[in-house]
């Protein structure tokens, strides 16, 4: 079974500084997906990124970056200089690859709460 | 319009009560999907559609039967819920393929039972 852990419930930071939120999965498969999705305060999850299991790059965009480490599992998430529109809730999740004209099916962690203070 | 709609955004029922959520894409997708948010607990997964048919029922107790009579949308029907039952339900859109192409999700309708 997939399992997505995100060990951090808040985290409360002051503007300009940096953040990493951890995010821990498990899986059997040897083919999957990562995702980052942003909760804000409206509700609607927003897509931030997806990365697949044959890809460790590191990915950077803008403030955002993103560290993909297999050996440990982790696909963790780091904002630089934090700023207030940060806050929000942000889930980490999981998908197993389906060939085509199957639908995706996301295990979702249990996100993380930032809240960025002036 | 663009982007995945759901109405109402709030909702407050009575346990005997009969209502249903709406949901609606804008996106061209071809799979749709139901999940329920609930304090503290991680998103979980109800019904999938894909292609208009359904794919995926996760043990979901038949209070709560949806309906997708096209590809743009999605409906979940509630009859005689219960208080544990309040939660955020939020849709969402995807394109199928092998690519595992991300979720689009909508704001969500707030539940309230009473």
């Known amino acids: 079974a997939q399992k997505v852990t995100q060990a951090q419930t808040e985290i409360s930071v002051v503007e300009k500084e940096d953040v990493t939120l951890d995010c821990v999965y498990e899986?059997?498969?040897?083919?999957?997906?990562l995702f980052w999705y942003k909760q804000p305060p409206s509700g609607e999850l927003v897509f931030l990124i997806r990365?697949?299991?044959?890809?460790?790059q590191n990915e950077i965009s803008g403030r955002y970056s993103w560290n993909f480490q297999k050996s440990t599992s982790s696909f963790n998430f780091t904002i630089t200089a934090s700023q207030v529109v940060d806050s929000a809730v942000y889930f980490c999740?999981?998908?197993?690859?389906f060939g085509a004209g199957t639908a995706s099916k996301l295990t979702f962690g249990t996100g993380t709460r930032l809240q960025v203070t002036l | 319009e663009t982007g995945v709609t759901q109405t109402p955004r709030h909702l407050v029922m009575g346990m005997t009560n009969k209502k249903s959520l709406k949901c609606e894409q804008h996106?061209?997708?071809?799979?749709m999907y139901w999940y329920k948010q609930s304090a503290k607990k991680p998103l979980e997964l109800m019904f999938v559609?894909?292609?208009?048919?359904?794919?995926e029922n996760n043990s979901v107790p038949s209070r709560f039967s949806p309906e997708c009579p096209n590809s743009s949308h999605l409906f979940l029907h509630l009859h005689t819920l219960q208080p544990e039952d309040s939660a955020l339900y939020l849709c969402?859109?995807?394109?199928?393929?092998?690519?595992?192409?991300?979720?689009?999700f909508g704001n969500g309708t707030r539940l309230t039972v009473t």
């Open positions: 969402a859109s995807s394109l199928t393929g092998n690519d595992n192409s991300p979720l689009h």
């Open positions: 899986t059997r498969d040897t083919t999957y997906y």
């Open positions: 990365r697949n299991s044959f890809d460790e």
């Open positions: 999740a999981l998908s197993e690859a």
């Open positions: 996106l061209g997708h071809n799979a």
């Open positions: 559609y894909s292609l208009e048919e359904r794919v």
